[in-house]
């Protein structure tokens, strides 16, 4: 989260919103903010599960859920996908957000096919 906060200029210039989810709830998670002073990254509490679950992170047998970075487009859309390790480093999720908005600046939707 602080690699994420040291970089939150570079995905507000690609028109970039982050966010951390968890599986702690609320309390905890600010503690978790304040401790390691994380003020620019809104923090979420997955406590029931269900985003975890949903998208395939949850591990049934242990309890604890799989890091991952998800970045999804204007449309909603998961454009990338990083699990494990890598989804702590913002890099490649810096990287695909400064592509999609470099898309969307180069490329405009139009009705012509």
Known sequence: MQAYQADIAKFEAANTKVFGI??????????????????SVPMLSDWGRTTTKAYGLYNEQ??????????V????KIAKIEAGGVA??????????????????????????
């Open 22 to 39: 968890s599986m702690d709830a609320f309390p905890s998670l600010k503690a978790f903010a304040d401790s390691i002073k994380v003020t």
């Open 62 to 71: 242990n309890g604890y859920g799989r890091r991952a970075t998800f970045v």
């Open 88 to 113: 702590i480093d913002p890099t490649g999720a810096y990287e695909a957000c400064d592509l999609l908005e470099k898309i969307l600046v180069v490329k405009p939707p139009t009705d012509k096919p």
């Open 73 to 76: 487009d204007k449309e909603g």
